[in-house]
């Protein structure tokens, strides 16, 4: 019996009909999906058919149909014809969908199989383990195991340890940003005219409303919405698309570029031809728009889309997805949350330090999530060297459960363990907090290497800890669970380069330049030995790498910006220990969000040292306060700004619109925040030029000299 696999469109559309009749025959093990699903996934090339050829003629033996949000697939269904079972069929699908989704570095595939379903020994030798249950459908009362499928990603690997490859950095972003997906507008006419997909469209839609995506339109989405409206002074559709958040529209230069490459490939016929309609047109800018941007993904219901969905994903990076399926994602859970964290019904997260009785309930809490006996002997062992443990809660009980401890002398290496509840709304920012402020604690006494274990299956933890440096070990496997890196905690200048420099070599064998480097260029490239090879790395990879660190070089000019009291105490923080995860979560994350007028744009570059100034009003105090890293800057509207703002930043709707008098705002990304031990007054800011006669009200660019004094004054080390 020979066995084939079809991947391609054009070669699984014949046996769309066996695929629906074949899954119409195990609606018990596999449930109901409407027809447009099939149809959707086919034509955007996630449904696969495995075909078997006997006396000259292939047949149906089976289909696996998939989808998911990138880093982490999900297997909709796997079926495989009762004539055809025991030849090893299910397996073969797997391993197609393994090697596909690993070369484009996906982290997971999760499947979720009803508990009394025998299918669950198919999915356990296949690779797929338990990582946590759920309540299914209030009928059959049925529990359903969730278990995932961690794949081995070496190309992803190779990539991210060679920075100097524009790849590698792209995955790195790829894998750190909150996606956001545009929806087109046959989603929107979906849910008000009451069409086919009008559930399916409508959870979409209440996704994006409650926070659980970020669902957002080009603004040609309200443009043709107003060259269509019979009355645009009462029309409900353009109504209802006011309120949703709208990326702008990408210079006229960019979106001609853009349609002109995408026509060809959407819509090829009518391209060659040179006929496309306006409609045609308008779908494209939409595309364009989620390119330019880089959105994660695009939602439509158009035919043709979906079929360029290859192209898409591979050359732009864009995951297109049919409504039925986006909706099928975020109807179960998809692992973003569901709510703001600062929404007062799901109550505060609070973290217990250090307290010997919450021991216990961490015990219960890693034995929930299904870590190994061996990984909780571990993280609960408390009786050797010094050990610091935290437990958060929340009103259902414990969420998270971290714990680390210091080995060693001179070359300090501490060992962290660490488990969350993925399932949770506020999983993302739990891992977020701890995975960034355990290493800042750890490397504020000295440099310290890093050592991150992390129960099997926990896969947002990893996603999270690999966008922020985190790596496997050397001559590792790539899936192992355990990842490391160095925790610098300093901020390094010609003052202590050779110390600091020694003492990496000590920790970690990695050695910097000999000589201090000299800021040359916007982003330049440092050869670093890691004790086996070279490697040339830039220092927007180095600072990600080894945070929370930043290098003052030579000719690195940096950046003053105002910030108020009450923004600075929420935004920027002042104290290490997290006592109460609670509003706002700007707090806890990695990456923040400050919001300037748009005139300040060209002064914030990426990568460039942004010092804090808290003015004097509100009672402020008139001083330097903090530094931290310019990672992106760009000038979007203010309707863009607020979703990121209301998860990174700490302005309301009412503050936002006062940012600027027009209708735009700058959006300054930083991260690796060093507080200032001493504070620089403003008087002392205005002697050495760093602020004129008046106040501080705009960002204002400071030199190298004046950058390093502020920071030599602030005592950032002591």
């Known amino acids: 019996m020979l066995i084939g696999i079809r991947g391609k469109p054009e070669d699984v559309l014949p046996f769309l009909p066996y695929v629906k009749a074949g899954a119409d025959s195990a609606k018990e093990e596999l449930g ?9 996934l086919a034509i955007s090339g996630k449904l696969l058919v495995a075909t078997v050829t006997a006396a000259g003629k ?124 545009l929806i087109d507008l046959n ?3 979906d849910v008000i005219r009451k069409r086919p997909r009008s559930s399916s469209a409508a959870k979409v839609i209440r996704a994006g409303l409650i926070n659980s995506i970020r669902l957002m339109v080009a603004a040609e989405f309200t443009a043709e919405l107003l060259r269509t409206s019979a009355d645009t002074s009462n029309d409900p559709v353009l109504a209802f698309a006011s309120q949703l958040d709208v990326l702008s529209r990408p210079p006229e230069k960019t979106v001609r570029s853009l349609v002109s490459k995408l026509a060809p490939v959407v819509f090829p016929e009518r391209a060659a031809r040179g006929t496309l309609t306006e409609r045609d047109k308008s779908d494209l800018i939409h595309v364009a728009t989620a390119i330019h941007h880089g959105a994660a993904g695009f939602v439509t219901s158009e035919n043709a889309i979906l079929r360029a969905s290859g192209y898409l994903n591979e050359i732009h990076k ?26 007062a019904a799901s109550g505060p997260l609070r973290s217990h330090r250090n307290h010997e009785n919450d021991l216990v309930q961490a015990r219960a809490f890693l034995e929930a999530m299904r870590a190994k006996a061996s990984f909780i ?48 709304h506020a999983a993302e920012t739990i891992i977020d907090y701890l995975v960034d402020v355990i290493p800042r604690e750890l490397s504020d006494v000295a440099p310290t290497l890093v050592r991150l274990h992390i129960p099997s299956g926990q896969m947002m933890t990893r996603q999270v800890s690999l966008s922020m440096g985190f790596l496997p070990p050397d001559k590792t496997p790539a899936g192992a669970s355990t990842l490391q890196r160095l925790a610098v905690g300093r901020v390094v200048s010609a003052e202590n380069w050779n110390p600091v420099r020694k003492s990496l ?34 220092l927007a990879e180095i600072e990600r790498s080894l945070s929370p660190v930043l290098f003052l070089f030579q000719g690195r000019d940096g950046v003053i910006v105002p910030i108020q009291e009450q923004y600075a105490r ?110 620089v007054p403003l008087e002392r800011l205005r002697q050495l030029g760093c602020i004129d006669g008046s106040n501080l009200v705009s960002a204002r660019t400071i030199s190298f000299d004046k950058l390093t004094q502020v920071v030599r004054e602030g005592r950032i080390d002591g």
């Open 377 to 424: 002997h571990e993280a609960l062992d408390c009786q050797g060297s010094p050990a610091q443990w935290l437990l958060v809660t929340g009103e259902s009980g414990a969420l998270g459960f971290a714990k680390w401890e210091v080995h060693g002398g001179i070359k300090r290496v501490a060992d962290v363990y660490l488990c969350v509840d993925e399932g949770h």
């Open 318 to 343: 864009i995951d297109v997805i049919g409504v039925e399926e986006f909706a099928r994602i975020v109807d179960v859970g998809i692992r973003v949350p569901r709510v703001s964290i600062t929404d």
């Open 505 to 538: 070599v000590s920790v970690a064998t990695l050695s910097l330049p000999v000589q201090i480097p000299t800021f040359t260029t916007a982003n330049p490239s440092l050869l670093v030995n890691t004790g086996q090879r070279d490697i040339e790395m830039s």
């Open 32 to 40: 109901f999906l409407p027809s447009k699903v099939y149809d959707d």
């Open 187 to 189: 989603v929107l006419f």
């Open 570 to 679: 929420e935004l920027l923080g002042s104290s290490p220990q997290l006592s109460m995860l609670a509003p706002p979560e700007a707090i806890l994350r990695r990456e923040r969000v400050y919001i300037s007028a748009p005139i300040t744009h060209r002064r914030m570059a990426p990568g460039t040292p942004m010092i804090f100034y808290e003015s004097l009003d509100g009672n402020g105090r008139g001083c330097a306060i903090a530094l931290a890293r310019i990672t992106n800057s760009r000038v979007v509207s203010k309707a863009e700004a607020l979703g990121k703002v209301k998860r990174r930043g700490v302005l309301d709707d009412r503050t936002l619109e006062q940012r600027s008098v027009g209708k735009e705002v700058t959006e300054t990304s930083f991260d690796n925040i060093f507080l200032f031990k001493s504070p």
């Open 58 to 181: 292939e047949i149906y033996a089976g289909h696996l149909m998939f989808g998911g949000i990138y880093p982490h697939a999900k297997v909709f269904q796997l079926f495989v014809d009762s004539a055809c079972r025991g030849n090893g069929i299910a397996g073969r699908l797997i391993g197609y969908l393994k090697e596909r989704l690993t070369a484009s570095q996906w982290l997971s595939i999760k499947a979720s199989v009803a508990d009394d379903l025998a299918a669950n020994d198919v999915w356990a030798h296949m690779g797929f383990r338990i990582v946590r249950t759920r309540a299914g459908g209030s009928a059959r009362k049925r529990r359903i195991n969730i278990r995932v499928l961690e794949l081995d990603t070496p190309s992803l690997f190779i990539l991210m340890r060679n920075a100097t490859q524009n790849e590698g950095l792209c995955l790195v972003e790829r894998l750190s940003q909150r996606p956001i997906y």
